[in-house]
């Protein structure tokens, strides 16, 4: 059972918690794509393990469309790492409260985002890798402006990345030039593709379950 928490430590953001058992297996960050809040990542549940601890963020922005905004929405295209920057401080203050809370580092979380939400885990990865132990990208991208030294600081992080060929907010062809801009920097990425839309696949949930409960770790062996 996950809970709502309205004071939180360090950050300004509002969170939904599964508070699990810390060791069981990689706690989880789950951050929400454009227009999304604290609630709405929780679809993606069923993959987690089975005991992991999941907090959900609530973005600290208004979005125009309803919900809410990690970042302030550009006049063309994706945001870039910049536009995240106050983003990762919240995120980085809210795992810092946490540790002292519940116990885990802020260097254990696997950040997992879904479509703007997977900009902001990799904007993250870049500006603090070390405060990251692998990312997650759910019909996501890569930030704007992210150059060959934001993609070497990934190198050392597990990443998997689940994208719809019939996406039309986050076109496959864009995930694919993300995903071999990855590789050929030397991330390890896993990669599945789904015949579906701006959401994750079955096939692809399944693997992301997989990938999961093997550990962070484990994908670097």
Known sequence: MSETVRLTPGSGLIYRMR?????????????????GDEDVMWVFE????LRSIAVAPRA????????????????????SAADFE??????IGLLTGLRTEIGVGESEWVWMGFSQGAGLAFAGAARAAARVAGVVAL???L?????????????SLPVYWGHGTQDDQVPVEGARRDVARLRQAGVDVSYCEADVGHKLGAECLRG??????RGPAAQRL
């Open 143 to 155: 930030p704007e402006g992210f150059d060959s030294d934001s993609l070497a600081r990934l190198a």
């Open 46 to 49: 069923s993959a987690l393990p």
């Open 208 to 213: 992301l379950s997989s990938w999961l409960a």
């Open 60 to 79: 600290l922005l208004p979005a125009a469309e309803g919900g809410y905004s990690w970042a302030r929405k550009p006049a063309d295209g994706f945001p």
């Open 19 to 35: 508070r699990g058992l810390p060791a069981s297996a990689p706690p989880v960050l789950l951050l929400h794509g454009l227009g």
């Open 86 to 91: 106050p983003a990762v401080e919240a995120i």
């Open 139 to 141: 019909a996501g991208f």
